[in-house]
């Protein structure tokens, strides 16, 4: 059993609940291109390979600093960066709406990638200190799963309702940095950093050399970031290309497809606090298995269904639940027990980094070309083929759930055992 001691639960419930909105608003500004991008397309020229680089730019971005910010957030703390990356990714969402053809909507993306990408480890690594650890699947998995919720489930259905009352697309974006700029200030009054003495035993081994070489020490680390790669490769690729398909390929209109592609961000919130509250009782490596296993599955059938707005809502509800699910896994709790001591962030940033380069960025980019000369339909079977092999990749877990391992760690500063 966890032993409380002196552990704040006020300020673990006030922190999980601030930094889930917070993410929730790094995915409702990130993912708010896509179901405006058929109306963006018309009026700036542009065409689905393009759409796939928007999409892949931001993660990229993201993927690089997300890497980079990981050992910053671990010597100086958390709260500065979440302040200050979450005011620039506001404001930057809003200036997409002044961007005028794809050059500019391609450097406004790449920016904001970078503070969305430094926002990522820092508030992952601030909830999961903040959490006692039998907490720790569950808050990780809800803090994630506003990403989900908002970006993919919300953006849909606002972006869409908002374009019969504002005069365009443009204005769309120019309204949402307001509330990023509340929650920012909100951070900045409540959140606190971690004792001075953890912060500098974190920083005694937080060198270069010896940091990436106790990172990669357990298999899980390497594990996950093949994992993160298979499972990013499926649901960003669906993310980008959905909305579109449905207009364009299955002849929805804006308001049927924004019903159908909100199904990602209900079905992603429901699976990204269930699967790891769930992998807290049947352990981590049954949770991820079963849930590539199952989205393969519903992709398939997916692929293969007309334009039944109903039946196409369900279908993409569980391959969202699932896919989405497996990201809040992936890069919460099994980070964060395959984690060095004092290396949280690290740890978190370079398996959600090296996931968002290559599974968030270059696959949206090969999907795009896929769409552009063999047909938009042609996309879910490169997603199905990440999401299949995703199964094969978390047969290699080493099972760290402390229910399943039969203990639980007090907090994630403590050592870990290598596997």
Same mark, same amino acid.
């Given at each position: &059993?966890?032993?409380?001691?002196?552990?704040?639960?006020? *300020?673990? !419930?006030?922190?999980?609940?601030?930094?889930?909105?917070?993410?929730?608003?790094?995915?409702?500004?990130?993912?708010?291109?896509?179901?405006?991008?058929?109306?963006?397309?018309?009026?700036?020229?542009?065409? @689905?390979?393009?759409?796939?680089?928007?999409?892949?730019?931001?993660? =990229?971005?993201?993927?690089?600093?997300?890497?980079?910010?990981?050992?910053?957030?671990?010597?100086?703390?958390?709260?500065?960066?979440?302040?200050?990356?979450?005011?620039?990714?506001?404001?930057?969402?809003?200036?997409?709406?002044?961007?005028?053809?794809?050059?500019?909507?391609?450097?406004?993306?790449?920016? +904001?990638?970078?503070?969305?990408?430094?926002?990522?480890?820092?508030?992952?690594?601030?909830?999961?200190?903040?959490?006692?650890?039998?907490?720790?699947?569950?808050?990780?998995?809800?803090?994630?799963? &506003?990403?989900? !919720?908002?970006?993919? /489930?919300?953006?849909?259905?606002?972006?869409?309702?908002?374009?019969?009352?504002?005069?365009?697309?443009?204005?769309?974006?120019?309204?949402?940095?307001?509330?990023?700029?509340? %929650?920012?200030?909100?951070?900045?009054?409540?959140?606190?950093?971690?004792?001075?003495?953890?912060?500098?035993?974190?920083?005694?081994?937080?060198?270069?050399?010896?940091?990436?070489?106790?990172?990669?020490?357990?298999?899980? %680390?390497?594990?996950?970031?093949?994992? +993160?790669?298979?499972?990013?490769?499926?649901?960003?690729?669906?993310?980008?290309?959905?909305?579109?398909?449905?207009?364009?390929?299955?002849?929805?209109?804006?308001?049927?497809?924004?019903?159908?592609?909100?199904?990602?961000?209900?079905?992603?919130?429901?699976?990204?606090?269930? !699967?790891?509250?769930?992998?807290? *009782?049947?352990?981590?490596?049954?949770?991820?298995?079963?849930?590539?296993? =199952?989205?393969?599955?519903?992709?398939?059938?997916?692929?293969?269904?007309?334009?039944?707005?109903?039946?196409? @809502?369900?279908?993409?509800? /569980?391959?969202? +639940?699932?896919?989405?699910?497996?990201?809040?896994?992936?890069?919460?709790?099994?980070?964060?027990?395959?984690?060095?001591?004092?290396? %949280?962030?690290?740890?978190?940033?370079?398996?959600?980094?090296?996931?968002?380069? @290559?599974?968030?960025?270059?696959?949206? %980019?090969?999907?795009? *070309?896929?769409?552009?000369?063999? /047909?938009?339909?042609?996309?879910?079977?490169?997603?199905?083929?990440?999401?299949?092999?995703?199964?094969?990749?978390?047969? &290699?877990?080493?099972?760290?759930?402390?229910?399943?391992?039969?203990?639980?760690?007090?907090?994630?500063?403590?050592?870990?055992?290598?596997?």
């Amino acid at each position: &059993m966890d032993t409380p001691g002196k552990h704040d639960s006020a *300020y673990e !419930l006030k922190t999980v609940s601030l930094l889930a909105v917070g993410f929730g608003l790094v995915g409702l500004d990130r993912w708010m291109v896509a179901p405006l991008f058929p109306y963006m397309m018309r009026d700036l020229g542009l065409n @689905f390979q393009q759409l796939g680089n928007l999409i892949g730019v931001l993660a =990229v971005a993201w993927g690089a600093w997300a890497i980079a910010s990981g050992p910053i957030s671990d010597r100086i703390g958390r709260k500065k960066i979440l302040v200050w990356t979450m005011i620039a990714f506001s404001l930057l969402s809003s200036c997409s709406g002044l961007a005028t053809g794809f050059a500019s909507l391609m450097l406004i993306r790449g920016i +904001m990638g970078i503070a969305e990408g430094a926002f990522t480890p820092a508030s992952v690594a601030a909830t999961s200190e903040a959490s006692l650890a039998s907490r720790r699947g569950f808050n990780l998995g809800f803090q994630m799963s &506003m990403f989900s !919720l908002l970006g993919l /489930g919300v953006a849909p259905i606002l972006a869409t309702q908002l374009l019969r009352v504002m005069p365009s697309w443009h204005w769309v974006f120019m309204v949402s940095a307001v509330p990023g700029l509340i %929650v920012a200030g909100l951070c900045a009054k409540i959140l606190r950093d971690r004792p001075r003495a953890a912060t500098l035993r974190a920083n005694s081994i937080n060198r270069p050399g010896a940091q990436w070489r106790s990172i990669f020490a357990n298999r899980n %680390v390497v594990v996950a970031i093949a994992a +993160m790669l298979c499972a990013m490769s499926g649901i960003f690729v669906i993310g980008a290309m959905v909305p579109t398909y449905l207009i364009t390929v299955l002849h929805l209109n804006a308001q049927s497809m924004g019903f159908v592609a909100s199904a990602l961000g209900f079905g992603g919130f429901i699976g990204s606090f269930s !699967l790891s509250g769930i992998s807290d *009782y049947v352990g981590r490596k049954v949770a991820a298995i079963g849930a590539f296993a =199952v989205a393969a599955v519903l992709l398939f059938v997916f692929a293969r269904t007309g334009a039944d707005p109903a039946k196409l @809502f369900a279908l993409l509800f /569980g391959i969202s +639940m699932c896919s989405i699910g497996l990201l809040s896994l992936l890069c919460g709790p099994i980070a964060t027990e395959a984690a060095p001591a004092g290396l %949280v962030a690290s740890t978190i940033g370079l398996i959600s980094g090296i996931g968002e380069i @290559f599974g968030g960025g270059v696959a949206p %980019v090969i999907a795009g *070309y896929v769409a552009q000369n063999f /047909g938009l339909p042609h996309v879910f079977d490169f997603a199905m083929g990440g999401l299949a092999l995703g199964i094969f990749v978390v047969l &290699m877990l080493v099972e760290t759930a402390p229910r399943r391992r039969g203990a639980v760690v007090l907090t994630t500063d403590e050592p870990r055992q290598a596997a």
